[in-house]
């Protein structure tokens, strides 16, 4: 029988597991530079992080500003998570479940009749189900960032809107995509199916019960000292964004919380495995079996190119969290969240039960990479004999409800390997896991060819015709005519590449090329799930001017990779003319681009595919024998390279 933790690797004897709860000063240094390099590449004015371990909130710290020219954020400091508040729905619904006021394969329209005269996506489409808003699996597109900005509506008016019609990409039930407005659908169901409201019932039901007291669904609930204030980068600086109150899409991502409070939810997810006694882990309100039930797949993510030389394992939704078998550690389940003003993400290791969150107060906040990276350092293996120092003292460290007498990492399997000492049989692991009808909307094309319009000669009533309002809120008019601009500046005069032709994945999703005399840019839109959709979202990457520090930084690393595709043997050297961030491993990166030039061969510069030109930028390289993606950002102020990935074209 396999192990019922999934991804457990075998016991090593070169190297002991990473103690997560007991942190020596250095490990709590290396998690600091990483932060600080993630920090400066400046997508947000502040962020805090902490490491949940043994069941406690061992070691956490905040960097930046909670607000600008106010205090560091600590752990106790409030932040919208956004779509974390995902899994909050997601275990609203399966208490519901457990206590027999649903089932999750009911028809959604038995709690929210507003659904009853929705046109399906196909003659032969089933009706939309409680599991399929669930796992993503309702037909809905894609809808960021348009449902951000709809956090706020009446319920009300959001029974009218949806009595007005959605348009669905998929026959329900045949694929993945995110969609917010199926989880906004998921809180009518619990607001019905309790009999209260939504809010109300979350409180009393999860966050009252585990003594989350500091978790909320209103900015107005927090002294304005304990409160993040959320930003976005505008073309003079920092700009406050007004927190939207809580309304109909509260259940998609209105929560507030701290990473105190949200180390106790974690907890509760690893808490659950392995399989046991109702009560291990300690009191929760949720049982044991749903909890896991909602970190096992449900249904596939598309698959994502894999890093060279190696990169994350399958992807997976569970309910409200997704799941990823990570080569290197096994199962990790996490989930991220986006919000004007804010970017989060919280991610565990079933096996240790190690978990990292990040809270940042800049506009969608990449946080999971400085996550990915913080939860890799603490589960990284010691060598053998390394020790390390207890974690008694350590900042911000706070222990949660019932977490006397859990198993620490001390008991973890494996412990003991390289010691000397034999390994109990007990402590010995297994391994082991635990198309769209029609072609593209015709308004995906019309908008496809508008946008274009746009780019050539940009006039503000044509876009407030064609876009949804949030466009504007996300990025004003101007900034995007400025944008268009430097693109223009930078590859000369462009115009659609036909020899690249445009690509979808979904019906309500468009991808295309610009192409100028000295580059092409990638170009895409999505539109809303309204009947009469618009444009809700425009990205365009933007190339950097070859002369500054980050054209130069990619210009090297190209060279860099090509020079060990050059060479027999793949070896090259770190160049001094490369300036790195103390904190970037230039050892792995130089192993990765000998690998990629192993596989690709010598590669030229192709299409921008995405970033701000400034500190960021993604592109193709062409290969002689395959096509690769490089990411490269640095900081703005001493224009250090903070990170480099390279992947293999999808």
Not at 380 to 385: H, I, K, L, W
């Amino acid at each position: 029988m396999v192990d019922p933790v999934p991804g457990v690797g075998s016991v090593s004897t070169q190297a002991s597991p990473a103690r997560p709860d007991q942190l020596s000063a250095s490990d709590i240094d290396a998690l600091a530079a990483l932060a600080e390099s993630y920090l400066v590449c400046g997508g947000q004015p502040g962020l805090v992080y902490g490491v949940v371990a043994g069941g406690s909130l061992v070691h956490a710290r905040g960097l930046g500003e909670r607000r600008l020219g106010g205090p560091a954020p600590d752990a106790g400091t409030v932040f919208r998570i956004a779509s974390m508040t995902k899994s909050f729905t997601a275990a609203a619904v399966l208490a519901l479940r457990d206590d027999g006021a649903l089932a999750l394969d009911d028809p959604a329209e038995d709690y929210v009749p507003a659904l009853r005269g929705l046109r399906p996506a196909t003659a032969d489409s089933p009706r939309i189900s409680v599991r399929h808003l669930l796992t993503m699996t309702a037909g809905l597109p894609t809808d960021d960032p348009w449902g951000d900005r709809q956090q706020g509506m009446p319920h009300a008016e959001f029974a009218e809107f949806l009595a007005g019609g959605v348009r669905f990409a998929w026959a329900p039930g045949t694929r993945f995509d995110y969609a917010n407005l199926g989880y906004a659908i998921l809180g009518a169901v619990v607001a019905a199916a309790s009999g209260t409201s939504y809010e109300e019932f979350v409180r009393a039901r999860l966050l009252g019960p585990l003594g989350m007291l500091s978790t909320g669904f209103d900015a107005a609930e927090f002294g304005a000292a304990r409160l993040a204030r959320g930003y976005r980068r505008g073309g003079t600086g920092w700009e406050e964004l007004a927190p939207d109150p809580s309304g109909a899409f509260a259940s998609m991502g209105g929560v507030f919380s701290t990473v105190t409070d949200l180390a106790r939810w974690v907890h509760g997810f690893t808490a659950a495995f392995p399989p046991g006694a109702e009560d291990a882990g300690g009191p929760h309100p949720l049982r044991r079996a749903s909890r896991r039930e909602m970190q096992l797949p449900q249904v596939a993510l598309p698959p994502q190119p894999p890093a060279m030389p190696a990169g994350p394992g399958p992807g997976s939704y569970g309910l409200g969290l997704f799941v990823e078998d990570d080569a290197a550690h096994g199962r990790i389940v996490s989930h991220s969240g986006g919000y004007p003003g804010f970017g989060s993400h919280m991610r565990w290791h079933l096996a240790s039960g190690t978990g990292v969150i990040v809270l940042a107060n800049g506009t969608y906040a990449p946080a999971h990479v400085l996550a990915s990276k913080l939860l890799d350092a603490v589960l990284r293996p010691r060598p053998a004999g390394s020790g390390s120092s207890g974690s008694a003292g350590l900042p911000g460290s706070a222990g949660l409800p019932g977490s006397a007498g859990l198993p620490g990492s001390a008991e973890l399997p494996g412990a003991a390997a390289g010691s000397g000492q034999s390994v109990a049989a007990d402590q010995l692991t297994v391994g082991g896991p635990v198309p769209a009808p029609g072609g593209p909307w015709p308004e995906t094309l019309s908008g496809q060819r508008k946008v274009m319009g746009l780019l050539r000669s940009w006039d503000d009533a044509v876009a407030a015709r064609l876009f949804s309002p949030n466009v504007a809120q996300d990025e004003p008019f101007a900034e995007r005519r400025r944008t268009a601009e430097l693109i223009r500046q930078r590859i000369g005069d462009f115009r659609e590449d036909k020899a690249r032709p445009a690509e979808f994945d979904s019906p309500a999703h468009c991808r295309w090329w610009l192409r100028g005399e000295r580059g092409v840019v990638k170009a895409e839109i999505r539109l809303t799930p309204e009947w009469h959709p618009r444009v809700q979202s425009v990205v365009l990457a933007v190339p950097p001017d070859p002369d500054s520090p980050l054209g130069r930084l990619l210009d090297r690393l190209v060279s860099l990779l090509n020079e060990g595709a050059a060479r027999s043997d793949g070896a090259v050297q770190w160049p001094s003319t490369l300036p790195a961030s103390a904190a970037l491993d230039t050892g792995l990166l130089t192993r990765q681009l000998a690998a990629a030039a192993a596989w690709a061969g010598r590669c030229r510069r192709g299409a921008f595919i995405s970033g701000n030109g400034e500190t960021s930028v993604a592109v193709e390289l062409d290969g002689e024998t395959a096509r690769l993606i490089l990411t490269v950002s640095a900081d703005p102020v001493q224009h250090l390279l903070q990170q480099a990935d390279i992947t293999l074209a999808p």
